[in-house]
T-cell receptor, first 113, second 116 residues
C-alpha cells in the first residue's frame, strides 16, 4: 500500500518568512495530493491540492510543487502570518475516484511574531 | 460550498453506553464518506469507508461490531460506538467526497468523545 512520509515534524518560522514542508510517497500510481491545515480541536481544512498532470499550483500565499519522478511534493507558504500556525498534513491518493487518502504524519508550524 | 458537519461536537458518556455521531454533507451529495480517528498529536487513522446503500469497508484492526457505520442517504452517515470504554475516547472525524471531484475530500469539524 501507499506510504507517505512528511518532514519536518515541527517548524518554527519568523513572521513574514517562508515555510516549506516536504512529503514523499511510495506508490507511483498515486495521482492526487492534497494538503490540509488542522487547527487545535478542529477538523482538517483543505488548503490546496495538486494532481499528477501538473507540476505546480499556486493560490495566493500558498503553493504546492510535485515531482512525479522523485515521488515527492512540497507545500510552500510565503509571507507567513501568525494565523498560519497550525498542523499541516499532506496526503496521497491513487486514481479511481473516492479512494482513501494516505496521510503524512503532520508538521506543526509555529509562526513567531 | 463543500461543507461537512458533524454532531455532536463533544460528548461525554459512561462506560458501557453507546454513542452515535452524525456526519452530514450540507451542500453536496456524497456517495462515499470516510471515518477517521485521531489521537492527540498524531495523524488521522482511517477506520472505515462508508458507501451509500451498502455495507461499510473497515480497515484492518477496526472492530466492525464495535464501530457501527450506517450510510442511509447521500448526505448522512452515522458512526455508533457501541459499549464504549475509556480506551475509545478520541477525536472522531468524518470526510466526504465533494461530488464534483472524485478525489477531493472535505472534512467535518470532528467529535470529541470522552468515555468515563
Amino acid at each position: 500500500g501507499e506510504n507517505v512520509e512528511q518532514h519536518p515534524s515541527t517548524l518554527s518560522v519568523q513572521e513574514g518568512d517562508s515555510a516549506v514542508i516536504k512529503c514523499t510517497y511510495s506508490d507511483s500510481a498515486s495521482n492526487y495530493f492534497p494538503w490540509y491545515k488542522q487547527e487545535l480541536g478542529k477538523g482538517p481544512q483543505l488548503i490546496i491540492d495538486i494532481r499528477s498532470n501538473v507540476g505546480e499550483k499556486k493560490d495566493q500565499r500558498i503553493a504546492v510543487t510535485l515531482n512525479k519522478t522523485a515521488k515527492h511534493f512540497s507545500l510552500h507558504i510565503t509571507e507567513t502570518q501568525p494565523e498560519d500556525s497550525a498542523v499541516y498534513f499532506c496526503a496521497a491518493s491513487p486514481p479511481s475516484g473516492n479512494e482513501k487518502l494516505t496521510f503524512g504524519t503532520g508538521t506543526r508550524l509555529t509562526i513567531i511574531p | 460550498g463543500a461543507v461537512v458537519s458533524q454532531h455532536p461536537s463533544r460528548v461525554i458518556c459512561k462506560s458501557g453506553t453507546s454513542v452515535k455521531i452524525e456526519c452530514r454533507s450540507l451542500d453536496f451529495q456524497a456517495t462515499t464518506m470516510f471515518w477517521y480517528r485521531q489521537f492527540p498529536k498524531q495523524s488521522l487513522m482511517l477506520m472505515a469507508t462508508s458507501n451509500e446503500g451498502s455495507k461499510a469497508t473497515y480497515e484492518q484492526g477496526v472492530e466492525k461490531d464495535k464501530f457501527l457505520i450506517n450510510h442511509a442517504s447521500l448526505t448522512l452517515s452515522t458512526l455508533t460506538v457501541t459499549s464504549a470504554h475509556p480506551e475509545d475516547s478520541s477525536f472522531y472525524i468524518c470526510s466526504a467526497g465533494s461530488g464534483t471531484s472524485t478525489d477531493t475530500q472535505y472534512f467535518g469539524p470532528g467529535t470529541r468523545l470522552t468515555v468515563l
